[in-house]
Each structure stands twice: as structure tokens, then as C-alpha cells.
């Protein structure tokens, strides 16, 4: 009998920490959907769109190096763009990373800049900064292909890993609904799309 309680008692264990994870997974699933919900109510607001914002803040040597449609801390709508100031050639602890962002419902677009000094920006930053530097494409061009396959608006484009792989992960709004787009950012012509999934 102590035998087979001792076995249980790992079991259960195990069965507790996998129902746990579950609920968190739908929980975070549910969360992100509240938050485009609530986003694609207000993203039409916009006067301006991604490229427009990229064009405007980066310069010289400056370049994006991801790019957002976002709701802000009040719960209004937000373009936001993150750059580094000294280019792809300059790694991140000697580059400035910035962001860029500001109400665009305006005709004219008038962000507040942001250098990142906390760890956790600078972190985000600093990987974003180093997958664009590793790709064929700039965060304009994979805007122009997503825009070019898909109908809607690209309100979110991010250099990720996935799969130890450098991706684009790529949202685009289309009739109260998004589409996540995927492309291999080493490859500028063989590009495709990797997945879509609708939320409504």
C-alpha cells in the first residue's frame, strides 16, 4: 500500500503541473486575443501606417529594427517604432536603441523617443537588432511582401527565433480579424508564408 502511495504521489504531481500549464495557456491565448480586440477597434483611427512611421524616424544611418501598431498605457492608439541610431554595422552595447512612438490619429505624426536603458528593453532590443542584422530583408521590405499577399493592414512586424531560426513574425488586420504571417529572414526571394491563423 506505501509502495503504491508513493507512486501516486509523483503521478498526481505531474498531473497537476500539465493542468496548471494548460489554464495558462488558453489564459494567455485569451489574453492576446482581448488585446487585438481591442487594438483592430481603433487601428482604422490611424492616419499613418508602418512604412509611413519607418520613413519618418530613420535616417542616415539609423534603421528599424521591428515596428507596431500598439494600444498605450491609456488604452489609446499608438504607432510605435524601435531603431537602432547607428545602424546594422554597429553592434548593441556600443549602438543607441530607441523607440520611437505616438498617437497616430493626427495628420502629422509627432512621437516621443525613448533610449532604452533597462535591462529588459535593452535585451528585446538588442536580439531584434542582431536577426536584422543577419537578414536579407529590412522590416520595410517584409511590409511591402505581407502587403503584396495579403489584404488588410500590417500592424505589426518582429524579428523572432523561431526553431533556432531568424523569422519575421508579421500581423495583418483584415476585417476584424489577424492574420500571423512568418517569413525566413535569411531569404529575400524564397520568402513564403509559414502559417496563418485567424482569432476572431
Do not use: C
Amino acid at each position: 500500500m506505501k509502495r503504491m502511495m508513493i507512486l501516486a504521489s509523483p503521478i498526481l504531481g505531474l498531473l497537476v503541473i500539465s493542468l496548471l500549464g494548460l489554464q495558462t495557456h488558453v489564459a494567455a491565448n485569451n489574453v492576446t486575443q482581448e488585446d487585438y480586440t481591442g487594438l483592430l477597434k481603433v487601428l482604422s483611427n490611424s492616419k499613418h501606417t508602418l512604412s509611413d512611421g519607418i520613413r519618418q524616424v530613420t535616417t542616415s544611418t539609423e534603421v528599424p529594427i521591428s515596428a507596431k501598431f500598439e494600444l498605450d498605457d491609456n488604452g489609446k492608439l499608438s504607432l510605435s517604432i524601435y531603431t537602432a541610431e547607428k545602424g546594422l554595422t554597429t553592434d548593441a552595447e556600443h549602438n543607441v536603441l530607441k523607440e520611437f512612438s505616438g498617437s497616430p490619429e493626427d495628420a502629422q505624426w509627432k512621437p516621443e523617443v525613448e533610449v532604452f536603458k533597462d535591462p529588459e528593453h535593452l535585451k528585446r532590443a538588442s536580439e531584434q537588432l542582431t536577426l536584422i542584422a543577419l537578414s536579407q530583408m529590412s522590416v520595410l521590405d517584409v511590409i511591402a511582401k505581407a502587403q503584396k499577399q495579403k489584404k488588410g493592414t500590417v500592424f505589426s512586424v518582429t524579428p523572432v527565433i523561431v526553431g533556432r531560426q531568424p523569422k519575421f513574425k508579421v500581423l495583418v488586420a483584415d476585417n476584424g480579424r489577424v492574420r500571423t504571417l512568418s517569413y525566413d529572414a535569411k531569404q529575400y526571394q524564397g520568402a513564403e508564408e509559414r502559417q496563418e491563423n485567424l482569432i476572431p
